[in-house]
T-cell receptor, first 113, second 116 residues
């Protein structure tokens, strides 16, 4: 079965600084990978996804992620963080379109002004 | 884009009563919907997969008689928490497979259930 690890439970960055959130997955074949963001008491918003093709994926709100098969990673990056980016970020994996998603434990991002 | 509407956004009920949560796909047909439960400051745990016109598939450890799922149409799935107890208090989120064919998933805004 697939699994997802987000090693960082909490991350604090200063506004304007760069950001990288780590995500490692475990799955035998090529996975379908997602990054979602959740504000308190809200549902999840899709930031970006990777299915195939170019391993550098661009998403909304200036986020990008890079799929590295050799490292089983799909890290999320943003060059300059805004205070409004403070939220919970979840990495997720599925084995195919339409199959159930497995989520990581999430990373809480705090942005210092 | 695809929108999933979830109602109510929050509900308080007395212990022993039942609560129904609705999840609707507004602008697309969802043959499959998923129900998740999220405890405070924790990740989402899949409870069940809801398939239109057939029985839901429950994850191991989820009581199917307690969490009744009905997916009677292509745009509506419901989760009923029966005989609710305080330990059922949680944040419940539904999602549907995006009909765009790109394999994405759209999430509802969640329901905060508090059982008193």
């Amino acid at each position: 079965a697939q699994s997802v690890t987000q090693p960082d439970i909490h991350i604090t960055v200063s506004e304007g600084a760069s950001l990288e959130l780590r995500c490692n997955y475990s799955y035998g074949a090529t996975p379908y990978l997602f990054w979602y963001v959740q504000s308190p008491g809200q549902g999840l918003q899709l930031l970006l996804k990777y299915f195939s093709g170019d391993t550098l994926v661009q998403g909304i709100k200036g986020f990008e992620a890079e799929f590295k098969r050799s490292q089983s990673s799909f890290n999320l990056r943003k060059p300059s963080v805004h205070w409004s980016d403070a939220a919970e970020y979840f990495c997720a994996v599925t084995t195919g379109g339409g199959n159930k998603l497995t989520f990581g434990t999430g990373t809480q991002l705090k942005v210092e002004l | 884009g695809a929108v999933v509407s979830q109602h109510p956004s929050w509900v308080i009920c007395k212990s022993g009563t039942s609560v129904k949560i609705e999840c609707r796909s507004l602008d697309f047909q969802a043959t499959t919907m998923f129900w998740y439960r999220q405890f405070p400051k924790q990740s989402l745990m899949l409870m069940a997969t809801s398939n239109e016109g057939s029985k839901a598939t429950y994850e191991q450890g989820v009581e199917k008689d307690k969490f009744l799922i009905n997916h009677a149409s292509l745009t509506l799935s419901t989760l009923t928490v029966t005989s609710a107890h305080p330990e059922d208090s949680s944040f419940y989120i539904c999602s549907a497979r995006d009909s765009s064919g790109e394999g994405g998933y759209t999430f509802g805004s969640g329901t905060r259930l508090t059982v008193v």
